[in-house]
């Protein structure tokens, strides 16, 4: 039994052929909604799995802490593989361009938002909006 197939277990649940795939495509894709991960699936070589199995899939990847997700958006969040939350998240508003920064350039406005109001802040969730250097030079 592989480690992933024994934490499943321990928790109740099985690791089924799904979770395995949709596992498999976040890891290719980096940064994917789940309609994105139905889409790379579906390509794979096994059957297409309903937008439905793919969120129930993420739901226990994630019970796991072997995804996590951003929201990159106002609408649906982006899943990653856990260990690639290592990064503020940066989405622009003009091209939709996704980047990242090393978490630590984060560190003062988390400590300033600890130090005034007393609020742990998780900048790995979600993402900061604005436009990208190619936008704002753009007329």
Known sequence: MSDLGA?????????????????AAVGRLGHATPEQLAE??????GPALPVSTVYRSLEAL???????????????PSYHLAEHATHVHLLCRGCGWVG??????????????DAEVGFAADVSHAAVHGLCRTCREDP
């Open 7 to 23: 934490r499943l277990r321990a928790r109740g649940k099985r690791l089924t052929t799904q979770r395995e795939r949709v596992l």
């Open 40 to 45: 790379s699936v579906a390509t794979d070589g």
């Open 62 to 76: 994630q019970e796991l802490g072997l995804v996590g997700h951003t929201h990159v958006d106002h609408r649906v």
């Open 100 to 113: 990242e920064l090393p978490l630590d350039v984060a560190d003062e406005l988390v400590a300033r938002v």
